[in-house]
T-cell receptor, first 116, second 114 residues
Framework: AQSVTQLDSQVPVFEEAPVELRCNYS??????LFWYVQYPNQGLQLLLK??????LVKGINGFEAEFNKSQTSFHLRKPSVHISDTAEYFC??????????????FGKGTHLIIQP | NAGVTQTPKFQVLKTGQSMTLQCAQD?????MSWYRQDPGMGLRLIHY???????DQGEVPNGYNVSRSTTEDFPLRLLSAAPSQTSVYFC?????????????FGPGTRLTVT
């Protein structure tokens, strides 16, 4: 079975400051990891993904994430945030929470709040 | 391609009413799934399908039915709506079971049950 823990439900950050959103996972299948972003009143958009290879993954809008197998983490970072980054961010792992290698299991989300 | 489409965008139901949320994709994807999103709970899987004629239960299937008579369509039926089913519902699709981690999401349906 798979599970994802997002350690912070809400992260307030000042504009142009760096940010890190934390994600830890548990998986019984080959680990594929994802970050999705959801802007207010919109659907989910893929930000970046780790399937294999380099542990540092770059995504859209200047975001990057690092896969750390020993710490079972996949934290999302951005060196300088903008007011437009205000959104809900979801970490996800390949596979279903009840078991099975298909589909995705999501964390509960982190609300990133950018303060001017 | 329109991608994944969902109708309606918004719906208000009274307790006990039934309705069907529609989901369609035009990408010839085999794998389709339904999630519900509740504040502080993330996305939870309701039902999924690995191909036409094949469906299975996810994490929170109670109170919902699905069918998959065609590759394109995957409707979600609420049999007797309850206030606990107030949520935002997302449909998603993937090329195949083996690539079901590459999911394309629809815009969502916001459902309120009074």
């Amino acid at each position: 079975a798979q599970s994802v823990t997002q350690l912070d439900s809400q992260v307030p950050v000042f504009e142009e400051a760096p940010v890190e959103l934390r994600c830890n996972y548990s998986s019984s299948v080959s680990v594929y990891l994802f970050w999705y972003v959801q802007y207010p009143n919109q659907g989910l958009q893929l930000l970046l993904k780790y399937l294999s290879g380099s542990t540092l993954v770059k995504g859209i809008n200047g975001f990057e994430a690092e896969f750390n197998k020993s710490q079972t983490s996949f934290h999302l970072r951005k060196p300088s945030v903008h007011i437009s980054d205000t959104a809900e961010y979801f970490c996800a792992v390949r596979g279903r929470s009840g078991g099975g290698a298909d589909g995705l299991t999501f964390g509960k989300g982190t609300h990133l709040i950018i303060q001017p | 391609n329109a991608g994944v489409t969902q109708t309606p965008k918004f719906q208000v139901l009274k307790t006990g009413q039934s309705m069907t949320l529609q989901c369609a994709q035009d990408m010839n994807h085999e794998y389709m799934s339904w999630y519900r999103q509740d504040p502080g709970m993330g996305l939870r899987l309701i039902h999924y399908s690995v191909g036409a004629g094949i469906t299975d239960q996810g994490e929170v299937p109670n109170g919902y039915n699905v069918s998959r008579s065609t590759t394109e369509d995957f409707p979600l039926r609420l049999l007797s709506a309850a206030p606990s089913q107030t949520s935002v519902y997302f449909c998603a699709s993937s090329y195949s079971w083996r690539q079901s981690y590459e999911q394309y999401f629809g815009p969502g349906t916001r459902l309120t049950v009074t």
